[in-house]
Every structure is written in C-alpha cells, then in structure tokens.
C-alpha cells in the first residue's frame, strides 16, 4: 500500500505494526472496517489516530559526533536550513513531478529531471530550487539504526492520565532515542518508538526514564522482529535501503496494529 510509511514484524500482542499516512479525500471508515480487514490473513486490527506529534521520524537525529566534531560537519553546510513551513500552495505539475524524482533521488541533476521531464535545463534548475526554497523539499539522509549500533525498536502505547498528557509528550519528544512520539484517539492516549542499543539499554528506559515520568498508569511494549519498511523506503534482510517508485504522501497519520 503507497499509504504504508513504516510496517514491522513484532513481538507483543500484534504481529505487525503499520504507520499509514492517508492520502486527502480517503474514506477512513471505509479503510479501516472494509479494506485492512479484507486483506489475507488479518484477523483483527486496532487503530490509533494521531492527534498531536511533537516528534516524528524525519527528526530523528543520532547524536555520536562530539562536540568539535559536529561543529566542523556544521561549517560544510551551504546554509542553515530554512525552518518547516506552515502552509504551502498547490504544485505546478512541473513541480509535483520534480518532487517524486526527487523523493526517489534526492541527488538527482537538475540535467537528468530536464532529460527525464522534458524541460529545458535551466525549467528544471528553477523547479527544483523553488521547491527548496519555499520547503516542499527538505533533503535528509535515512539510516537504518540497526546499522549504527541501534538494534532495537521499540514500540510503546502508554496509558496516561489527561492532565499529564503534555508533560509526557514534551519529555519523550526531546528524548534522544526517540523517533515518534504522538498523542493519539485510540486503546493509549500516548504512542512512543524508540532506538536502543540492546536489552539492558532498553530496560533502563523503561524503568529509570518512563518510570520518572508522572501520570503513566500503564504500558504496552512490543519490538521489532523485522523492518520492512521505513519512511516510504522499504528494507531487506541485512538493512539494505531497497529504493523504488513510491507516492508522495502528505504528513498526518495513523497506526495500525493487525
């Protein structure tokens, strides 16, 4: 499904663990009650609805440089990036297909999007740096944590109490293993996925930095098993990005555990 950003084969009380990301004008009732359920083999589904994000994804940062080290990599940057913009206007069609050769290679020539578009050199310069500039792109590089030294990803729901809600959002939001974090409509008020460097590392999480945190009354924990898919890329067996063709999707969602 081009709506499935992240799927994992876990541990826990589900056997997968799907982020979707529905694209405008899809029915949801339709999705989650006709759809996901008509698909082999599910044989029940829980949902969540994010509400809030504080933390998403694309965020995530690693911090493993040391501090002269990060300020060196800082001084390569052509600029500091331009902050998120809150609205953007429709693409032209020259721009959306820009945006999806780009999506696939982030490194593309503004020669090859001419070539592959059928604009002239300097269309196709212009189409790519105004999607620069006015934030439709933001380029990142997507590691698979596993290969940094980041096994293990957990994934939480967490029961808390509503006045404590913002509290626990804002801590695991800054939290440095964290890569989502969301309030959501569903069975937990809270959801929280984690990086971790192997068992000791997590049950410390769980123990010192969730359980310092007030108004968690309880939680749900599964890990993956196996990454299929992360950010729209989808995975092999040894962690090996495996690009392709893939739709450009916008950035609210929801989970889905079948």
């Known amino acids: 499904m081009p709506q499935a950003q992240s799927l994992f084969v876990t541990t826990g009380d589900a056997d997968l663990y799907c982020t979707l990301y529905p694209l405008p004008g899809t029915d949801m009732r339709r999705l989650l009650t006709e759809t996901l ?3 082999p083999g ?3 589904l829980q949902s ?5 994000a504080p933390r998403q994804a694309v965020a995530w940062r690693l911090h493993r440089l040391p501090a002269e080290q990060a300020a060196a990599l800082r001084q390569q940057a052509d600029a500091t990036p331009s902050p998120m913009p809150t609205a953007l206007g429709p693409l032209t069609e ?18 090859q999007v001419a070539r592959d578009l059928g604009l002239s050199r300097s269309t196709a310069y212009r189409t790519i740096q105004s999607l620069l500039e006015t934030g439709a792109v933001r380029p990142r590089v997507e590691i698979e944590p596993a290969v940094l030294g980041f096994p293990i990803t957990a994934l939480f729901t967490l029961d808390v109490r509503p006045r404590d809600v913002p509290g626990v959002l804002a801590a695991l939001g800054e939290h440095p293993h964290g890569r989502f974090t969301a309030m959501t409509a569903g069975p937990a008020s809270v959801l929280h996925h984690g990086v971790f460097t192997g068992e000791d590392h997590l049950s410390r999480f769980v123990t010192e930095d969730l359980g310092a945190l007030p108004g968690i009354n ?3 924990m599964s890990t993956t098993l196996a990454v ?9 067996e040894d962690h090996v990005l495996a690009p ?3 739709d450009i999707l916008p950035a609210h969602g929801m989970a889905a555990r079948p």
């Open 37 to 39: 359920p008509a698909t």
């Open 42 to 44: 599910i044989a029940s």
């Open 48 to 52: 969540h609805l994010v509400l809030n």
């Open 94 to 111: 020259a721009e959306f297909a820009t945006l999806r050769l780009l999506f696939d290679d982030g490194r593309i020539s503004a020669a």
């Open 218 to 220: 309880g939680l749900n």
């Open 228 to 236: 299929l898919r992360r950010q729209w890329i989808d995975r092999d």
């Open 244 to 246: 392709g063709p893939r």
